[in-house]
């Protein structure tokens, strides 16, 4: 038996725990640099704000319902979500954290007790030493648990804990096509056209037929629906297959200099990330494109793949080859609004040195890395750093709409105040 434990409305919550005042009003949260909406509290969703809107075509809106806009604040969402999974992990051990705002809980270590109240327990624990609302689904599977968990969102006369019944028709019947876990947009498309509109229509199905028409990953779906375990529990999350850097630039970039400092510096905190996961990569992906949505100036998007030999996870060896591949596919005249670093093939353990290699440089590499990491682990990140990253900071982020870092920062700590008699 699995739960599916969600935080409503996640990164909205998370500003409403330390303002109170926002309790109701809409809320949205923006990207890096303040461009689109990634999050929005339940008002903001009914007054027709979507994820990935450019908050600029929105500004009437904005105005006009007093909607309430935070600049993206990771410090404070980061450390909410570890509060939140430490306190899952009071009431059961098996916990497989699946994102920011939901993990799943193995519930077979709680024979004997009801999992339902369990989970209420839980929840009242959850909102009462974080502040947090969360919504918690059990079922059979992690796709009935899923289900549920939308269900408990939707039907506010189950208090925000849902079980999958003995008998789940009813449940499976209000669930839209759209909404069962697994199924995309295309899918949902194409199942709405043989007319599949529900989970309920879809476990109707034959899962041969699913698996012909679709793949093996919707058969097992279909079978999870079933109450067939297809779905294992991952306490220990699967090794990463790639990694990516990216950031949109407050202000376009329309020099070498400034665009190969960002590039630099995606490489440098992508060789930083594989390191602390013990990681080597083995091809690199470069891009650079103009704004998405300026209509006005002239566009442009550049992408360029070069293999890493030996695989690496040495800052100075991706810097190279990140800049190396970038510069022949650069153009002037164009107004830069992203650039990224994704490193793809990623694994782990040892690496073969090539016929051009000595292990005597790989070794050097290694020492000078470990080094490197130790010295901005204790004074700072980007105390040391390379010079192809710049002495300013081309990335800095726009966030003038940001809030207080409440409970990682000690110049941000919440303020009280009191009064004597």
């Known amino acids: 038996?699995?739960?599916?434990?969600?935080?409503?409305?996640?990164?909205?919550?998370?500003?409403?725990?330390?303002?109170?005042?926002?309790?109701?009003?809409p809320v949205i949260v923006l990207s890096n640099n303040d461009g689109c909406v990634i999050a929005r509290s339940q008002e903001a969703k009914l007054l027709g704000f979507k994820v990935g809107d450019p908050i600029f075509k929105f500004k009437d809106v904005v105005k006009q319902h007093k909607v309430i806009v935070r600049s993206s604040n990771f410090a404070l969402y980061g450390d909410m979500s570890r509060r939140v999974m430490q306190t899952m992990r009071l009431f059961s051990p098996d916990v497989e954290v699946y994102s920011i705002d939901e993990a799943f809980i193995k519930l077979d270590g709680l024979k004997?007790?009801?999992?339902?109240?369990?989970?209420?327990?839980?929840?009242?624990?959850?909102?009462?030493?974080?502040?947090?609302?969360?919504?918690?689904?059990?079922?059979?599977?992690?796709?009935?648990?899923?289900?549920?968990?939308?269900?408990?969102?939707?039907?506010?006369?189950?208090?925000?804990?849902?079980?999958?019944?003995?008998?789940?028709?009813?449940?499976?019947?209000?669930?839209?096509?759209?909404?069962v876990w697994g199924i995309g947009r295309q899918w949902s498309k194409k199942l709405r056209n043989i007319g599949v509109s529900t989970a309920f229509d879809l476990v109707s199905v034959e899962p041969e037929s699913i698996r012909r028409s679709f793949n093996i990953v919707a058969m097992k779906t279909v079978m999870e629906l079933r109450g067939c375990t297809y779905f294992k529990f991952e306490q220990s999350p699967e090794q990463r297959k790639t990694l990516l850097r990216s950031r949109s630039f407050a202000n376009p970039v329309t020099s070498w200099q400034k665009l190969s400092e960002a590039i630099a510096s995606h490489a440098t905190r992508a060789s930083e990330k594989l390191r602390n996961e013990d990681l080597v990569a083995k091809v690199l992906r470069v891009f650079f494109h103009t704004s998405l949505y300026n209509r006005t100036d002239p566009r442009n998007s550049a992408h360029a793949t070069v293999e890493l030999i030996p695989p690496t996870n040495v800052t100075h060896t991706i810097i190279k080859a990140a800049l190396g591949a970038a510069k022949p596919i650069w153009k002037e005249g164009f107004k830069y609004k992203r650039a990224g670093v994704q490193l793809l093939d990623l694994s782990s353990g040892p690496v073969q040195c090539s016929l051009f290699d000595s292990q005597e440089g790989q070794d050097r590499d290694k020492r000078m890395m470990v080094l490197l990491d130790a010295v901005n682990a204790s004074m700072g990140a980007g105390t040391l750093h390379f010079a192809a990253t710049g002495f300013t900071n081309v990335m800095q982020m726009r966030q003038l709409r940001r809030s207080p870092r409440y409970t990682t920062h000690w110049d941000e700590l919440p303020k009280c105040l009191c009064g004597l008699d």
């Open 112 to 179: 004997g007790r009801n999992y339902e109240e369990v989970m209420r327990q839980m929840r009242e624990a959850i909102l009462q030493w974080t502040g947090i609302p969360v919504s918690i689904g059990i079922g059979k599977t992690k796709t009935l648990a899923k289900l549920a968990n939308h269900y408990a969102k939707r039907t506010p006369e189950v208090g925000g804990v849902a079980k999958v019944p003995q008998k789940p028709d009813e449940m499976l019947k209000t669930v839209e096509i759209e909404d």
């Open 1 to 25: 038996m699995y739960a599916l434990a969600d935080c409503n409305n996640f990164y909205a919550s998370c500003e409403r725990v330390f303002e109170p005042h926002l309790e109701g009003r």
